[in-house]
């Protein structure tokens, strides 16, 4: 197991240590890249393979989509959804690009974690850090406003 006692610097070793241990990492890295590549690729060899099932092909067809593993998947989703799973209903949204958070909550959100950025370098006596930037509340507020009033107009 490792601690402080045996782990060796990187510093400390000798180059050629160094460049076989660098050399391990990448090769190691590149494995892993293509086996992932190799999974997404499989994935979407499979998601793409045309079906013959007959509960879904008139399903898929009446609605001119491609009879595949994904529109029937997409489709098994959206019964679900229809049922009352709330869990389906998630994806369903999350997928579609539909959200409940709007771009203000996203602005308020960026605005949060600045100040807390800030608050986090004044702490840690950071001179980097000013007091002085324009975390543009004024104007999120500002915009929020006119596109509520918009509206209703």
Avoid: H
């Avoid at 076989?20 to 979407?44: V, Y």
């Avoid at 600045?114 to 509340?137: F, I, K, P, V, Y």
């Amino acid at each position: 197991m490792a601690n402080e006692k045996n782990l060796i610097p990187l510093s400390e070793r000798t180059k050629s240590e160094q460049r076989k241990i660098t050399s391990k990492g990448g090769k190691a890295s590149g494995e892993a890249r293509r086996k992932k590549a190799d999974f997404k690729k499989t994935l979407n060899t499979i998601l793409t393979t045309k079906i013959e099932d007959s509960e879904w092909r008139p399903i898929l067809e009446s609605l001119g989509l491609d009879c595949t593993i994904e529109s029937a998947l997409n489709m098994a989703m959206i019964q679900k959804g229809l049922a009352g799973d709330i869990k389906a209903y998630e994806a369903i949204a999350k997928f579609s690009g539909q959200s409940a958070q709007t771009d203000f909550d996203d602005e308020e959100q960026k605005i949060k974690i600045d100040r807390a950025r800030q608050a986090r370098d004044r702490e840690m006596g950071n001179a980097d850090s000013s007091d002085e930037t324009d975390d543009g509340l004024i104007e999120a507020l500002a915009g929020a406003g006119k596109e509520a009033f918009a509206d209703e107009v």
